[in-house]
């Protein structure tokens, strides 16, 4: 039998093993004259449950053994005898029916750090996404008040799928598609003014000391506005009311750290005739027909569970008609995918946006939709009812008041978008461990404090013997910092930013250990020696993925607390 020849690489990531892992299995494979073309793309490599079991684990020998004709036992032997005849591999062990339990050499976990020190900020970015324009729509609250918990939730999480995707390589636009177009806008200008006259709001319109503050700008603005015709007078609040609106939420967006490269009007997909030749289009591919004087998208043709709408009998476009126009619109600017990020009351969109796309002749899979749930604010263990006409609605300004921009922003985001939240007002203005922000937050702020406690005694981590970090809290910590590049590839694939939090909260806790397992740097009279400059190394390691996360999170990375 030929000898496998040793890899000569050190595995760095999880993701670096899994690669190791899979040359490793195709080369025994190879050399045994069986078939290498059954392995997997990409191999699972995960870290055990139970730390003495090792670094990492792997299942390949179970999922390969049958389709080449060995039992997993026997190929798991074969893997081992060569991954503990490679660099960087220290030992590698059988378990159960063919699991591979492997643990890693000093030198490979020191080659993790050196790789952090060395990537500084850029540890964790990859081009993946390299070369893909993305569209993330997110927001677009109606300008007809204040945005409410459920459109700050999207403002967060949004904002860090931004970061997140653009960290992966994409070319991502954040766009706010602005609904200046429709009843719910001719609603607000009645409530304007009603508000304006001192009369009650209208029926279906909309309440709250807001309608009453911008109807006061309006007539500030134009004293005359009273006095004018209805309709001239209706436009003059429609127009003045929105814009006024909308520089609210606006500034409002922008002081929680969210900013947008587009501002989309609906209006101009009627004014520029967008919505009129997207319908035109429609019917002349037959994907648009006649009936009861409307005119419908056949859209159960493209997987939609019904038929929709899209020119009402009365002549007026239906709402999914500008859907329709702004996706041709969003696509002719070049996008490969468009992601929009809807409130819990759009399941339906999800089929009519794909099969808009399809009944265009494109493919569904440039459209995706983000579907996100409620958010409470709980107050002495009761959450605060919300109602946006009533005038009751808690808004973005309400959190931030409350909790701060930092713990609202990582409490919307922490959780599964698919999930409802209640953020407990006691918990996130906590100065304690059951606060995650302020959990992760006192991480970097500690490790801050040893950067300058460093400096202080000049002590620096610069040519650190990383070897020598070998102990068990020093080993938890280093595989925990190697696992944040596939972490923040999960978040961008999966479009789950609450990965990157749960992480940096595994993280700090791991940091926290290590911190209370032993000196970092001398005290006393004690010289600096090598296992000090190693810890160090470590510790700076552990700020600089600390800092990395908390930036894709649009969350502060404060040195004192």
Known sequence: MTRVEPIRWIPVTPADLAELLRGTAATVLADRGLDASVLPETLTVERPRNPEHGDYATNVAMQVAK?????????????AEALTATDGIESAEIAGPGFLNIRLAADAQGAIVAGILRAGPEYGAASTLAGTKINLEFVSANPTGPIHLGGTRWAAVGDALGRILSAQGAAV?????????GAQIDRFARSLIA???????????YAGGYIADIAAEVVSKHPEVLTQASDTQQETFRAEGVELMFAHIKRTLHEFGVDFDVYFHENSLFESGAVEKSVETLKKSGNLYEKDGAWWLESTNFGDDKDRVVIKSDGNAAYIAGDIAYFQDKRSRGFDLCIYMLGADHHGYIGRLKA?????????????VLIGQMVNLVRDGVAVKMSK???????LDDLVDAIGVDAARYALIRSSVDSSIDIDLEVWTSDGNENPVYYVQYAHARLSSIARGATELGISAENADLSLLTGDQEGELVRTLGEYPRVVASAANLREPHRIARYLEELAGAYHRFYAAGRILPQGDEEAGPIHTARLALCEASRQVLANGLHLLGVSAPEKM
């Not at 389709?67 to 893997?79: M, Y």
């Not at 808009?356 to 995706?368: L, N, Q, S």
Request: charged fraction near 25%; hydrophobic fraction near 35%.
């Open 67 to 79: 389709k080449v004709g060995t039992n997993p036992r026997e190929l798991a032997s074969w893997l």
């Open 173 to 181: 636009t954040r766009e706010y598609y602005f609904n200046d177009h």
């Open 195 to 205: 508000a304006a006259k001192g009369e009650p709001a209208p029926e279906d319109g």
């Open 356 to 368: 808009a796309a399809a009944a265009f002749g494109d493919d569904p899979a440039t459209v995706e």
């Open 389 to 395: 006409r009533a005038g009751t609605v808690i808004t």
